[in-house]
């Protein structure tokens, strides 16, 4: 069983920038992809970005190329997700997950193990 704690979110502005972090109970956390989802109010839950167990593959939703960095650091079982030039639109709960594979998943089935969302609210 891993256990998931999301923390960072907060209200920002337009072109600011904030820094999640996820940290996870797992000894072996090294060998979990990981992702970054969001959803906001009536939306479906959608990735932002994801991280393989190597830190070498990542992917990031066309809405945040450019503007968004996930990375990980094994060594304090914790991956992060660095959100520059925010937008009204990035405004949404923020999730981590986890993903029992070595190339992260696309989708939210792929993932076995969730954090309980940290809001990230964007004021124009």
């Known amino acids: 069983q891993v256990q998931l704690v999301e923390s960072g979110g907060g209200l920002v502005q337009a072109g600011g920038s904030l820094r999640l972090s996820c940290a996870a109970s797992a000894r072996t956390f090294s060998r979990y992809a990981m992702g970054w989802f969001r959803q906001a109010p009536g939306k479906e839950r959608e990735i932002v970005a994801a991280?393989?167990?190597?830190?070498?593959?990542?992917y990031y939703a066309d809405s945040v190329k450019g503007r968004f960095t996930i990375s990980r650091d094994d060594a304090k079982n914790t991956v992060y997700l660095q959100m520059s030039s925010l937008k009204p639109e990035d405004t949404a709960v923020y999730y981590c997950?986890?993903?029992?594979?070595?190339?992260?998943?696309?989708?939210?089935?792929?993932?076995?193990?969730w954090g309980q969302g940290t809001q990230v609210t964007v004021s124009s």
């Open positions: 991280i393989s167990w190597s830190g070498g593959n990542t």
């Open positions: 997950a986890a993903d029992r594979t070595m190339l992260p998943g696309r989708i939210k089935y792929d993932y076995d193990y």
